[in-house]
């Protein structure tokens, strides 16, 4: 795995499609598709420099050939961290980001277009909807097609809109019709709450009980990982009587990707409507959701997008359902834009009531587009156009590529480090990954779960200015996002981590025990 893929390769694959069959079969050639550890050690030997050295991360960023995007995002320095304790850190250092699965850093880029569109506003009044490289009445439109290619869809399979809760009950309201044989849901035991929540909600509303008609995965005893077989027992077991599969295509809690084509492929045989939330997903993994003939998809776009809180989230729909009946709420700008604005929905007004009389009915966009109900937020589309001004630099496959190496990285720095069973383990306080240990199985994140409260292991973590998240009840995770971060952010955040763990415990390494590389 030489990374040294030149900027033409990357450009090209960005040019062809990131994210689709062409750059799969360029990145298979480029990263020769092997466990990340084998090719690290391998980089370790060319080098001469050890694993557990700052050299050698400091080489691998060095041949990093997608080393430069991270000059495209303002990244926080330790002085600007609230948590920081000024007397652990140097105060204009770049802190340690791997918060990436929560909120994305800032595309530079980002102000410059806000400020555009702001000065267009002043400057042309209403005008603006209709004129510059973004015109407000279409923006949405503007960066549709560099979403689409993110995840493996055709351009119209895609919208730009609302928030991703708001388009799953869009979406829901067509393809959960539930009848006394089919009226289950099926979602992954620990969904996301807003996933857990906006299923049972719509179980309700149709006259069901959630405690019978929400099915949840689980995951064997004692075990953190959904197992394949397992996924696919129950749909085989059950599928006669589920409406709707809905999982979080990479689960937010211990960062473990499905296999979304398998799902697929096993739910259609029963008759289920086949779903996934793909927040913790798009950015992060190559998806191919055309190809794996999903029927329906949601995301947001600020995390792995990077794309600010509240930037508008994402859908998209199957176009084998482009041309369906199925229940809808409707909108103004579910509306053809070429009849848009005829305004011809009619009524009578007889003193102080109307008498409606319909003629013609809603010329209604085909596909995602007709679930489309108001004019999107130009301020929250914006920050979309700058982070996939970025995206475009490179390809998903590359950015994978990347990803594989650096997420390898962390977890065998990690598993020297801190398992329970590491004989170079300087504390009694220790960790397990809950992610799982194939890299094909798994994103950026790692979750990890330690011996002690995590609360007081991350509080001493943001002392030293790592910024990651921790999810109750014991899981903190961790994610090195390859747009930004570096082999070296992950050396420093173990560094730092060793000290976080050392400060807990109040235990130092004992005299005489090997020095694993790391001060």
């Known amino acids: 795995m030489d990374l040294t893929l030149s900027n033409k390769r990357s450009s090209e694959c960005a040019e062809n499609g ?6 799969k079969k360029a990145r298979n050639a480029y990263f020769e598709d092997k466990p990340p550890l084998e090719v690290l050690k391998r980089k370790a030997e060319e080098f001469g420099h050890d694993l557990l050295s700052v050299e050698f991360a400091r080489m691998m960023d060095g041949e990093d050939p997608l080393g430069h995007l991270r000059e495209d995002f303002f990244v926080p320095t330790m002085k600007d961290i609230p948590s920081v304790d000024s007397a652990l850190v140097k105060p204009d250092e770049d ?3 791997m918060c990436g699965n929560s909120l994305g850093l800032q595309p530079r880029a980002t102000s410059h277009y806000m400020q555009k569109e702001l000065d267009k506003w002043g400057k042309y009044g209403v005008h603006g909807h209709f004129l510059g490289d973004m015109p407000w009445a279409f923006c949405d439109e503007v960066v549709q097609g560099d979403v689409a290619r993110l995840v493996g869809a055709e351009k119209d399979e895609v919208a730009v809109m609302n928030g991703l809760t708001v388009n799953l009950h869009l979406l829901m309201v067509s393809f959960y019709r539930p009848t006394p044989k089919r009226h289950k849901i099926l979602i992954e035991s620990r969904a996301f709450p807003a996933d857990h ?43 006669n009587e589920i409406a709707v599969i809905l999982i979080g295509a990479l689960q937010y809690f211990s960062g473990q990707l499905f296999d979304i084509e398998a799902i697929t492929k096993v739910g259609h045989t029963k008759g289920c409507v086949v779903a996934f939330d793909l927040a913790h997903a798009i950015g992060n993994v190559e998806l191919r959701l055309h190809d794996w003939n999903v029927d329906f998809a949601v995301w947001c776009t600020y995390k792995y997008l990077n794309s600010g809180a509240g930037a508008l989230g994402g859908a998209f729909l199957h176009s084998k359902h482009k041309n369906n009946n199925y229940p809808k709420l409707l909108g103004w700008w579910g509306n ?16 102080h009531h109307a008498v409606p009389f319909y003629s013609p009915e809603l010329d ?88 002690v409260p995590m609360s007081e292991i991350h509080a001493q973590m943001m002392k030293r ?21 570096s082999f070296e952010d992950v050396w420093r955040f173990i560094k730092l981590l060793r000290e976080s763990i050392g400060a807990v415990s109040g235990k130092s390494r004992k005299e005489g025990d090997p020095d694993p590389g790391l001060d």
């Not at 301020?379 to 650096?406: C, H, N, Q, Y």
């Open 18 to 23: 990131a994210g689709l069959p062409n750059c």
């Open 95 to 97: 802190c340690v980001y």
């Open 197 to 239: 929540y906006a299923m049972e909600s719509q179980i309700r509303n149709h006259g069901y009980d959630p405690t019978t008609s929400l099915l949840q995965l689980k995951p064997r005893q004692d075990e953190h990982m959904f197992r394949l077989e397992d996924v696919l027992s129950v749909i085989e077991k059950e599928g």
């Open 336 to 351: 053809q834009m070429s009849t848009r604005f005829q305004m011809s929905n009619e009524g009578t007004i007889c003193g």
């Open 364 to 451: 209604l966009s085909p596909g995602i587009a007709g679930y489309r109900i108001s004019n999107p937020s130009i301020m929250a589309s914006v920050p979309i156009k700058a982070s996939m001004e970025v995206f475009k630099k490179t390809s998903m496959a590359d950015l994978r590529g990347k990803s594989i190496l650096l997420t390898g990285y962390l977890e065998y720095l990690l598993n020297y480090e801190f398992s329970k069973d590491s004989p170079h383990r300087s504390h009694e306080v220790y960790l397990d990954i809950a992610t799982p240990r194939d890299h094909r199985q798994r994103g950026a994140q790692l979750s990890l779960m330690f011996s």
């Open 465 to 485: 200015g790592i910024v990651c998240d921790e999810r109750q009840p014991n899981v903190i995770r961790v994610a090195p996002a390859p747009l930004y971060n």
